[in-house]
């Protein structure tokens, strides 16, 4: 059974950083597709942030030059270094393991960004 936990959210202030991790368990880590989502209260989760098995990123437009995915596969975690944070980024933000054809989802971190 997939789980995901991401311990790392918090609060920052405007122009700060943070990086949560989330650390897998129970999945073929090496080999699925993992990423990062966020959502606001009272809005669609949206894909921030997604890295391949072989190390390919993608992110959403508003976080490109801020925010950068990476893996560590032998510590089965994947990690969301957020640069230059803006209040705008404040969030609820969702690890996703993707396994064709399910998502599995972790429970969510608060990030906070203060003015």
């Known amino acids: 059974q997939v789980q995901l936990v991401e311990p790392g959210g918090g609060l920052v202030q405007s122009g700060g950083s943070l990086r949560p991790p989330c650390l897998a368990s129970g999945s073929t880590f090496s080999t699925d597709a993992m990423g990062w989502y966020g959502q606001v209260p009272g809005t669609e989760r949206e894909l921030v942030a997604r890295?391949?098995?072989?190390?390919?990123?993608n992110y959403a437009d508003y976080v490109k030059g801020r925010f950068t995915t990476s893996r560590d596969n032998a510590k089965n975690t994947i990690y969301l270094q957020m640069n230059s944070l803006k209040p705008e980024d404040s969030a609820e933000y969702y690890c996703?393991?993707?396994?064709?054809?399910?998502?599995?989802w972790g429970k969510g971190t608060l990030v906070t960004v203060s003015t």
């Open positions: 890295i391949t098995s072989g190390g390919s990123t």
């Open positions: 996703n393991l993707y396994r064709i054809p399910y998502h599995y």
